[in-house]
């Protein structure tokens, strides 16, 4: 189904700095604490190789992945960056126009779960209703049959989780996957709303009275 992959960008996350968008590509963003495995599904994903080694994302890095959904292509910016430990937040670019998120934490780190509410809140501070998606990751590494757990957090916030492992590649294709849908999801609706702001803006300015431009003797 893909037709491209590749690494467009890598640099840091200031606003002058911030990478180009695409025009028309959807916009995916990875969250979650620092060596949760953000960099490592990404590189699951695209490239199909997992090498166990990594060094901490201390940089913004924007893949760029077109595929095609019917007889449609599909671009789509998968934005990665480093976790909390390095940035207090995300710059807020790194969260504009983004249609779908993965947030992701560590099945073999407890913390890395107990943060998922503060990246939860700033993601819900700059993007109020798209989609996100749940990923516990490293189940490969986890000490008891985590698939079997349930987590309130997934709950709480009516979100759906996936049990990942971008060391075995178990289920990274059809996270990606789903959050691609989940994002296309999300622009379509988004779109009429946009054209019912410009609307509603239009009458708004209907109503107000003409302000005098002319002086008068
Ligand atoms: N066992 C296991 N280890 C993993 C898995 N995914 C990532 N790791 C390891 O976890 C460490 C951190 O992975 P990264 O992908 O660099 O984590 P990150 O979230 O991108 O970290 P930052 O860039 O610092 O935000 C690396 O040593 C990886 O090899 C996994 O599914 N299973
Ligand atoms: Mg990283």
């Known amino acids: ?88 937040s995300m710059h807020p670019s790194y969260y504009i126009e983004a249609q779908c998120c993965i947030l992701v934490f560590d099945a073999t780190r407890k913390p890395t779960y107990k943060n998922l509410d503060k990246w939860y809140a700033e993601l819900r501070s700059f993007r109020e209703s798209i989609p996100c998606i749940v990923a516990c990751n490293k189940i490969d590494a986890a000490a008891e049959d985590i698939t079997t757990k349930t987590f309130a957090f997934a709950e709480k916030n009516s979100l759906p989780l996936m049990y990942v492992s971008a060391a075995t590649g178990v289920n990274v294709v059809s996270l990606f996957e789903r959050a691609i849908d989940e994002a296309i999801r999300s622009k379509a609706e988004a779109a009429p709303d946009l054209v019912q702001d410009v609307i509603d803006i239009m009458r708004e300015l209907d109503k107000k009275p003409p302000t005098a431009t002319t002086a008068t003797k």
């Open 1 to 88: 189904m893909s037709e491209k992959k590749g690494l467009m960008t890598d640099s840091a996350p200031s606003s002058s700095d911030a990478p180009p968008v695409r025009r028309n590509a959807l916009k995916v963003i990875l969250l979650g604490d620092s060596a949760v495995g953000k960099s490592k599904l990404v590189e699951r994903f695209l490239m199909q190789e997992y090498k166990p080694v990594q060094l901490s994302t201390y940089a913004l890095t924007l893949f760029e992945y077109d595929c095609t959904r019917g007889d449609k292509k599909v671009m789509v910016d998968i934005w990665d960056t480093a976790g909390q430990e390095r940035f207090d």
